[in-house]
């Protein structure tokens, strides 16, 4: 690369750098040495995908546009936390846990936007958003725990509750939160802010060390409570650790993905990976390829064709997922393998027991 295409480079990348990353948290200055290390984050990505472009040429990692750059940073980063926690979920049968607090995020972001009209608060609706799913999450295990209800049953209350509370806050103030809640709902690359992209990021670096510590732990309570129980292990400490990270996945995807699909990232890549897939382990690093693809090619078939990202990403997660079961019965026919069933995966061979006496 010559030394002028070199210039050009580091003089766009200073020059087009969106102006809001010089802005502090809307918040105060609390947390304004983390976030800085954030900004910095995204500089260097910003510095990466503006080299990308001059090698590739694609229009949509131009220098102009820094909320594409945001939106695929948050993109990588949903296709790592999404099937990383729906591994879990679905192998416990809780694929739909993730609707309940995608509704209750969104009473959540409803929270955020009601403050901030009424006494200007001036807090990131997704702050809020994260509060809030983590509460909910907690309270559809406690229902469970103190009235015997099925999850489902707990989850249903959940959802109903925390999407009344949202669509009441936004009647209460219809006017100045109707248009702003439409981007949380369907999802939209375009308001991917340094701010929301610096909250995701702490998300990812939460939800991936907490899931590294307690993968053992997490595996035995997924697969045979009563074992896990027995065995010392808190099943319902990593109950709730398991809903938290949960409510953390789904507020991250929300700024993407939308209220209404963000729950399909958790379920869809996994499905596809158990197609193919011999062991737990084997499985998860399957649904993160098969996610990570799915985010990628939905978010270029957005930008170039001008549709909603939230339902093409879905759309082309969908049509992984269908290959994925017809290379499973192929794999099937041909004698490869057996295909399993969505709770039937081998669990890896793993001293779940160690270190569980100190929980």
């Not at 082309?316 to 290959?323: L, M």
Request: proline share 3%; charged share 10%.
């Amino acid at each position: 690369m010559s030394a002028g295409v070199a210039a050009t480079l580091v003089t766009s990348a200073t020059a087009a750098a969106d102006p809001s990353l010089l802005l502090p948290m809307q918040s105060g200055s609390v947390g304004d040495p983390v976030f800085g290390v954030l900004l910095w984050l995204l500089e260097q990505w910003y510095w990466l995908m503006d080299w990308t472009y001059y090698l590739t040429n694609l229009e949509m990692l131009s220098p102009r546009y820094r909320f594409m750059h945001r939106a695929i940073l948050v993109g990588l980063c949903v296709g790592v936390m999404a099937p990383l926690i729906g591994t879990f979920l679905v192998h416990r049968q809780l694929a739909l846990i993730g609707d309940a607090l995608a509704h209750t995020g969104f009473a959540g972001v409803a929270v955020g936007l009601f403050l901030n009209a009424v006494i200007d608060l001036g807090v990131s609706p997704y702050l809020t958003a994260v509060v809030v799913a983590m509460i909910a999450a907690l309270f559809i295990e406690l229902i469970s725990e103190v009235t015997d209800a099925y999850n489902d049953v707990s989850m249903a209350i959940v959802l109903s509750t925390g999407f009344a509370l949202g669509t009441t806050l936004i009647s209460l103030n219809a006017g100045g939160l109707a248009v702003g809640v439409n981007q949380f709902l369907f999802g939209n690359l375009s308001t991917v802010s340094p701010q929301s992209a610096a909250i995701l990021l702490v998300l990812f670096a939460v939800i991936v060390g907490t899931v590294a510590l307690t993968r053992n732990q997490l595996l035995y309570v997924t697969f045979d409570e009563t074992a896990a129980a027995v065995s010392g292990i808190s099943v319902n400490w990593y109950n709730r650790v398991m809903v938290m990270l949960t409510a953390m996945v789904v507020v991250g995807a929300m700024q993407i993905m939308g209220v209404i699909l963000v729950a399909a990232m958790l379920v869809v890549p996994v499905a596809g990976a158990t197609q193919v897939s011999r062991s737990f382990s084997e499985s998860l690093v399957v649904s993160v390829v098969l996610a990570e693809l799915a985010v990628l090619l939905g978010i270029a078939v957005a930008f170039y064709a001008g549709v909603t990202a939230g339902g093409i990403i879905v759309l082309v997660a969908v049509g992984i997922y269908v290959c994925a079961v017809a290379l499973g019965k192929i794999q099937s026919a041909r004698g490869d393998r057996g295909t399993p069933d969505m709770g039937s995966i081998e669990v890896d061979t793993v001293d779940v027991g160690a270190g569980a006496g100190d929980d």
